[in-house]
């Protein structure tokens, strides 16, 4: 078993899974964790939807056939289009250390669709989590429970072994993910997690960046 340090430390984003499923038990085991995250007044507003074999095949094929076609993203919680320039360069550089990773330079325009058909192919995970919240919430707390829930399922997923990607990209098309999963339409599909095992590859591997504790705390004492 890992330490809470170690597991806030050694996880990370995984871009390359196996293709091995995994057993309903580990998944319940992790969900099962997750449970005793914190939200406002324990409200608890979560509702989660896990997709496996067919259903996450099919969910798959429709979002790379979109992906394909160019058809724009339209989530049920806006992605940001614009953010302040610090954060903006921090945003571009996540995306080049992805694909200097993958070794792909950043005019091949091939190469990069190929790696955003691999994104709407989840990377490969056997497993997607998606998290929902109803849509007559206070929205802003409930992303915050969310925000919380699913670091809780992604450090609990990595102390049993199991990989992690949250994935903005996974929920761009919640109309597929309604109708493949019968969520009713009285939920917002907030985000997804994609889940597996971790397949060894460069992309798995970068070194990846945190700001220094000077810029990220300020004292007050
Ligand atoms: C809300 C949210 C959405 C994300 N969406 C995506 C995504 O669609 N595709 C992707 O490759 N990574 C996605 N990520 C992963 C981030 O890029 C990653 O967490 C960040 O670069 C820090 O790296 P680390 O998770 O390896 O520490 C997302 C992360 C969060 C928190």
Redesign the pocket.
């Known amino acids: 078993m890992l330490t809470v340090e170690e597991a806030i430390l050694k ?3 995984i ?1 390359r899974f196996k293709p091995n499923p995994v057993e309903r038990s580990q998944l319940e085991k992790i969900l099962d964790l997750a449970r005793w995250s914190p939200s406002w007044g324990n409200t608890q507003p979560w509702h989660f939807f896990v997709f496996q074999g067919d259903p996450l095949r099919m969910l798959k094929d429709e979002m790379s056939r979109r992906i394909t076609e160019g058809k724009p993203f339209e989530p049920d919680v806006p992605m940001p289009n614009s953010w302040p320039e610090s954060l903006k360069n921090r945003y571009s550089e ?1 995306g080049k250390l ?1 694909l200097s990773a993958l070794s792909i330079a950043r005019e091949d325009h091939q190469r990069r669709q190929e790696f955003y058909f691999e ?1 709407s192919r989840l ?1 490969g995970a056997p497993c997607l989590i998606v998290g929902t919240v109803p849509r007559d919430v206070a929205i802003e707390y409930a992303m915050l429970d969310m ?1 919380i829930i ?1 670091q809780s399922i992604c450090l609990a997923a990595h102390s049993n072994g199991l990989a992690t ?6 929920v761009g098309y919640p109309d597929i993910i309604r109708q493949i999963g019968r969520v009713e339409t009285n939920l917002r599909i907030v ?1 997804g997690i994609a889940l597996g095992y971790e397949e060894e590859s460069p992309v798995n591997q970068f070194p ?1 960046p945190r700001i220094p504790l000077t810029e990220m705390v300020t004292w007050v004492d």
């Open positions: 996880r990370r984003s871009r996540t992805v994104m990377f925000g699913i990607c949250i994935m903005a990209a996974s985000m990846r």
